[in-house]
């Protein structure tokens, strides 16, 4: 119903702000941990893209700098146990393009340190959404090796990494990153350990 809203900004110590409008009207919204908009001086004119929801209990505006941020909260809350608030606790963890490679790499672990989120929320989170956010590689690091360009010795390698808590993705990177040949699974994961 309200798409964004411009004003003054002013933060407030609970994880909202408010946005006063030029009519004198006060939008009290809720904002991400680490939302841009933070980076604005109280007082200061912005603009903010917002989402409202209704419950019988409650409206609540959430306010985003952006209209990617937006769209990665709507996302969020179509998956299944992933509420506002939770969604916006999955939003405070990292920046937009860092939250969507960590979904896009199957990185359950990062995602799971939201507040209130667990293990199985983050995994449900990847699962419905991998294939939404895109394919994303992190910057400045080497891409994954080619699963083909694997011997046995290191798939199995990757396989155990991802036993101990590490996305495929990054198992591959760390695996890959190993330059000897011909080495047994047991030494691919005490190297590959060593450039996670």
């Given at each position: 119903?309200i798409r964004?809203i411009?004003?003054?900004f002013?933060?407030?110590?609970?994880g909202?702000?408010?946005?006063?409008?030029?009519?004198?009207v006060?939008?009290?919204?809720?904002?991400?941990?680490?939302?841009?908009?933070?980076?604005?001086?109280?007082g200061?004119e912005?603009?903010?893209?917002t989402?409202?929801?209704?419950?019988?209990?409650?409206i609540?505006?959430?306010g985003?700098?952006?209209?990617d941020?937006l769209?990665?909260?709507?996302l969020?809350?179509t998956?299944?146990?992933v509420?506002?608030?939770?969604?916006i606790?999955?939003?405070?963890i990292?920046?937009?393009?860092?939250l969507?490679r960590?979904?896009?790499?199957?990185?359950?672990?990062?995602?799971?340190?939201?507040?209130g989120?667990?293990?199985?929320t983050?995994?449900r989170?990847i699962?419905?959404?991998?294939?939404k956010?895109?394919?994303y590689e992190?910057?400045?690091?080497?891409p994954?090796?080619?699963a083909a360009?694997?011997?046995?010795?290191r798939?199995?390698?990757?396989?155990?990494?991802?036993?101990?808590?590490?996305?495929?993705?990054?198992?591959?990177q760390?695996?890959?990153k190993?330059?000897?040949?011909?080495?047994?699974?047991?030494?691919y994961i005490?190297?590959?350990?060593?450039?996670?």
């Amino acid at each position: 119903m309200i798409r964004s809203i411009r004003g003054k900004f002013y933060p407030q110590s609970d994880g909202t702000a408010i946005v006063e409008t030029s009519s004198g009207v006060g939008f009290l919204m809720t904002l991400a941990a680490n939302c841009p908009l933070y980076k604005n001086f109280e007082g200061e004119e912005i603009k903010a893209y917002t989402l409202m929801t209704v419950r019988e209990d409650d409206i609540s505006l959430f306010g985003f700098s952006s209209t990617d941020e937006l769209d990665l909260f709507r996302l969020l809350i179509t998956v299944n146990g992933v509420g506002a608030k939770a969604g916006i606790a999955i939003m405070s963890i990292l920046p937009v393009d860092e939250l969507k490679r960590a979904i896009a790499t199957g990185d359950a672990k990062m995602i799971a340190q939201a507040n209130g989120v667990g293990k199985k929320t983050a995994e449900r989170v990847i699962l419905e959404l991998k294939d939404k956010v895109g394919s994303y590689e992190a910057a400045g690091e080497a891409p994954a090796v080619e699963a083909a360009a694997f011997t046995n010795e290191r798939t199995e390698a990757v396989t155990a990494l991802m036993t101990l808590g590490y996305s495929k993705s990054e198992a591959e990177q760390a695996v890959g990153k190993v330059k000897d040949d011909d080495l047994d699974a047991g030494a691919y994961i005490k190297l590959a350990l060593k450039n996670m």
